[in-house]
């Protein structure tokens, strides 16, 4: 059985490997959701990673990227599908790859003109369930320790731009 997309119709429900993480932004809310929608330009605050679309334009439902994390040619290729797409406030995607499955999102809120606070949260069925089930009071908040880390270097890059942006010439 499938569900949108053609996706598995058990990788679009909540796993029991729930990690989520937030940030607030100092820049408006189109500027954030233009910078964590730059799928390729997410190598650059999410540590060992490379990201492209290999399907669809990346600015909508039915968008696949590939995001390889790792060093060199070791690591491991995280495939999602973009499922919902609601701009400025949220994206829905469901992955797919061997190692990261199940359902993720950005949701974006205005906190004031120039504030904007982005919670990033997937629910993943984890591999190997036996060992993973075991683990995963270790692993879970590693988890949420890396994408919190991602999230505070995201507010970095998204300073950055915004800076670089106002910068006469």
Do not use: C, K
């Not at 799928?39 to 679309?53: C, D, G, L, S, Y």
């Not at 390889?68 to 999602?80: I, S």
């Not at 190692?99 to 120039?114: D, I, M, Y």
């Amino acid at each position: 059985m499938t569900g949108v997309a053609g996706i598995p119709a058990e990788l679009a429900v909540a796993g029991p490997g729930r990690v989520e993480a937030e940030v607030t932004v100092d820049a408006d809310i189109d500027t954030v959701f233009a910078a964590a929608t730059d799928w390729p330009a997410q190598a650059r605050w999410i540590p060992f990673t490379r990201v492209e679309v290999v399907a669809g334009d990346g600015r909508g439902v039915g968008t696949v990227v590939h995001a390889f994390t790792g060093v060199g040619r070791v690591g491991f290729l995280d495939v999602f599908h973009v499922v919902g797409w609601e701009p400025p406030h949220r994206v829905d995607v469901v992955h797919v790859g061997r190692l990261v499955r199940g359902p993720g999102a950005f949701r974006l809120s205005e906190r004031g003109p120039e504030r904007t606070v982005m919670a990033w949260s997937e629910d993943l069925h984890l591999p190997f369930p036996a060992i993973a089930n075991r683990i995963w009071p270790v692993a879970g908040p590693l988890a949420g320790a890396a994408l919190a880390l991602g999230l505070r270097r995201f507010r970095r890059y998204v300073n950055t731009r915004a800076a670089a942006a106002t910068i006469p010439r």
